[in-house]
């Protein structure tokens, strides 16, 4: 096994200095790079500045001995290899070293072979200790992506499962409406055939919308990010809401604040998180049957640093259990008619703009969505 320390660096550490130049110039030619340290106080100045792998250190010192340089240089980077230096009459001391996890003792005078060798062997502890560092990050990554990938597979099925039953009911739709305008041609009847042209480009449109849902979910886009009239985009996001809620017999109203100004935001996806929640306040309405006027009130304010859509209905409402689920992935309230895309799209949505939603919902009385997004790019 080949050893490629990234750092190669030996801190050499002893009061005689004659001793250090020696063991200096063996350390060099063995391939090391070599600080020098003639104490113990100096040596963990040059520790904390340059964070040597690899630390030679003399044992009897005046001042700090290099035991208690050997147990500061542990507390402090347990990762450091230390290899001790004794005397022949110090045998107790090395010992003692080697409770406090120093790598290896040499014994003067220096043996240079000894030296070779207790340093490789330290070398080799650093290398083990890298390659098992790199292993064991290489495993959690796989052990990540395999876990990713699982989620991704175990998500596309319950997609798959809950897409299959929409498509399913959207396909039965457009046959009625085929059916309804050939039926209505072979009888010259020019109302059936509306009819039938109506009921298609309902299908159609909703066709539209699961894809788009679909499409937003499978991907991950990063946001094309615009300035734009906020009072604008606001209409326009109204005009498609508008068409629906009016063939429904749901008044849809609208307050917005003029002269807002400009917003720097992903006009594309802001409005398909703000059509989805307009879409879900006409579908609360048509369930609530009990009710004789159904009404929807989109409002937009500005305040200092954000901007507030506002989605307020009269529809059926939902309980405290729905509100907490009603943006996880793949949940829906509306049956085999919903696929649960649509509002977890729309969190996502605002919370990639930094923004958030808040709800407010009581059963019978309706719903109150707050669409708060920042007037800035973050």
Request: net charge neutral; glycine share 8%; with cysteine.
């Amino acid at each position: 096994m080949a050893l490629q320390l990234t750092n190669k660096t030996v801190l050499l550490v002893d009061d005689e200095s004659d001793i250090r130049e020696v063991v200096r110039i063996s350390l060099a030619d063995m391939g090391y790079e070599v600080l020098t340290a003639e104490n113990g106080k100096r040596a963990l100045e040059i520790f904390h500045d340059s964070c040597p792998p690899l630390i030679l250190t003399d044992i009897k010192m005046p001042g700090m001995d290099g035991i208690e340089l050997l147990r500061r240089i542990k507390q402090e980077n347990a990762d450091t290899e230390v290899v001790m230096i004794t005397g022949h009459g110090d045998m107790n001391l090395a010992i003692k070293s080697l409770k406090y996890e120093a790598t290896d003792f040499i014994t003067k005078p220096i043996n240079v072979e000894n030296l070779e060798m207790a340093l490789k062997k330290a070398c080799e502890k650093i290398f083990l200790r890298q390659k098992l560092k790199e292993y064991t990050e290489s495993l959690e990554q796989l052990i990540k992506e395999k876990t990713e990938l699982k989620d991704h597979l175990a998500s596309l099925g319950l997609l798959i499962g809950s897409i299959s039953h929409g498509i399913k009911g959207l396909l039965v739709g457009l046959d009625g409406g085929i059916y309804l305008m050939d039926s209505g041609f072979k009888k010259d009847d020019s109302d059936q055939v509306k009819e039938g042209l109506e009921v298609v480009r309902l299908m159609v449109g909703r066709i539209r919308k699961l894809v788009t849902d679909i499409l937003y979910y499978a991907k991950e886009r990063d946001l094309e990010w615009e300035k734009v009239d906020v009072l604008k985009f606001a209409h326009e996001v109204l005009l498609v809401a508008e068409q629906k809620a009016k063939k429904l017999g749901i008044a849809l109203t609208c307050d917005f604040q003029r002269k807002v100004g400009t917003a720097e935001i992903d006009p594309g996806a802001i409005h398909s998180a703000l059509a989805n929640i307009l879409e879900n306040a006409i579908d609360a309405c048509t369930k609530a049957s009990c009710k004789k006027n159904h009404t929807i009130k989109f409002i937009m304010r500005k305040e200092i640093k954000d901007i507030i859509f506002t989605v307020e209905d009269n529809g059926i409402g939902m309980d405290k259990e729905t509100c907490e689920k009603i943006f996880d992935l793949f949940y829906s309230s509306k049956g085999d008619k919903g696929t649960g895309l649509g509002l977890f799209i729309s969190n996502k949505i605002i919370g990639q703009h930094n923004g958030c939603i808040k709800v407010n919902s009581e059963p019978g009385k309706g719903s109150k969505f707050i669409i708060r997004i920042p007037l800035r790019k973050k």
